[in-house]
Nanobody, 125 residues
Framework: HVQLVESGGGSVEVGGSLRLSCAAS????????MGWFRQAPGKEREGVAA???????????????RFTISQDKTEDTALLQMKATLYLQMNNLEPEDTAVYYC????????????WGQGTQVTVS
C-alpha cells in the first residue's frame, strides 16, 4: 500500500522560494514515476514536474527554469520495499503558483497517477 505524505507548503512573497517534500513508502517496485501536481481555486489540476525511475525529469512550461524536482530513494531488501523522499524546489515564485500541491506516484508517468498525497497549500502574494 503506497503512502505519500507532503510537507513544506506555506505562504511566501513574490520572488521567494519554498521546498516541498513528499515521503513515499510502501511500494515494492523500483520502477516508479513520481511527480508533483497542483490545483488552484477554480482551475483544473495540472502536472508540474515528474521524475521517472531512471532519473529523467520533465516540467510544465510555466515552471521551467524556476522549479527543480529531485528524489532520494532507498531499498529495504529485507522487506522488499522502497522508500523515497520526493522534493520540489520552487524559486522565483509568482502569484500564479498559488495552489494546493500534490505528490503522486505510479508505475508509469502519466496524467492520472493511482497514488496521491493529501496536498499542501502554497500561497504566493
Amino acid at each position: 500500500h503506497v503512502q505519500l505524505v507532503e510537507s513544506g507548503g506555506g505562504s511566501v512573497e513574490v520572488g521567494g522560494s519554498l521546498r516541498l517534500s513528499c515521503a513515499a513508502s510502501g511500494y515494492t517496485y523500483s520502477s516508479y514515476c513520481m511527480g508533483w501536481f497542483r490545483q488552484a481555486p477554480g482551475k483544473e489540476r495540472e502536472g508540474v514536474a515528474a521524475i521517472d525511475s531512471d532519473g529523467s525529469t520533465s516540467y510544465a512550461d510555466a515552471v521551467k527554469g524556476r522549479f527543480t524536482i529531485s528524489q532520494d530513494k532507498t531499498e529495504d531488501t529485507a522487506l522488499l520495499q522502497m522508500k523515497a523522499t520526493l522534493y520540489l524546489q520552487m524559486n522565483n515564485l509568482e502569484p500564479e503558483d498559488t495552489a494546493v500541491y500534490y505528490c503522486a506516484a505510479d508505475l508509469v508517468c502519466d496524467d492520472d497517477p493511482n497514488f496521491w498525497g493529501q496536498g499542501t497549500q502554497v500561497t504566493v502574494s
